[in-house]
């Protein structure tokens, strides 16, 4: 094929996929299409009881995964934001009775908001017998407290001593 024959043929390809662009552009479009409605399973019912056993056996096998290393390794010592874990231990363990005069009164502690499918969840630690903090959602409870409701800087507790408001650090309104 000489070289004139191989530019007649590129610029006849080059005509015809013009004119196919044309035509797609002025064909008429269909207007017989509608939108259909996309259909969601239902979510299974989950009680609190069973949101929290799903809870821990999904933060165990997260902890376990550890995706934040390269190694892909478990880490050695669980974080723990209160400095209370000893080297070596990695699950949360139930602590021993303390003698109440000797021990401060427990105060809940309020770590952080986020968004999930289920709504607002507060990163709480409730309960002074299990060190490091917990995903709560509104109505789950924890030692001796229940979450009334999780908002976007504040969490509103029922307790020992009546309702409590813990507010994020750096939140615009002060706490009571």
């Known amino acids: 094929m000489t070289r004139a024959a191989l530019d007649r043929l590129l610029l006849g390809a080059a005509a015809a996929f013009a004119l196919a662009g044309v035509a797609a552009l002025l064909w008429p479009a269909r207007d017989d299409v509608t939108a259909r409605p996309l259909a969601l399973a239902p979510l299974p019912a989950v009680s609190a009881d069973t949101a929290a056993t799903a809870d821990a056996s999904h933060v165990a096998a997260i902890v376990q995964a550890n995706v934040f290393s390269d190694s892909r390794r478990p880490p050695a010592v669980r974080y723990d934001p209160t400095g209370t874990a000893m080297e070596g231990e990695v699950a949360p363990v139930a602590s021993a009775p303390v003698d109440s005069e000797a021990a401060p009164p427990f105060a809940p502690t309020l770590y ?22 917990r995903a709560y959602h509104a109505g789950d409870r924890g030692g001796a407290y229940r979450v009334v409701r999780v908002g976007d800087t504040e969490v509103v507790l029922d307790g020992p001593a009546g309702r409590r408001t813990l507010r994020l650090a750096g939140s615009s309104r002060p706490s009571p």
């Open 112 to 133: 952080g908001i986020v968004a999930d499918p289920q709504g607002a969840v507060a990163l709480l630690r409730l309960d002074p017998h299990i060190p490091g903090a």
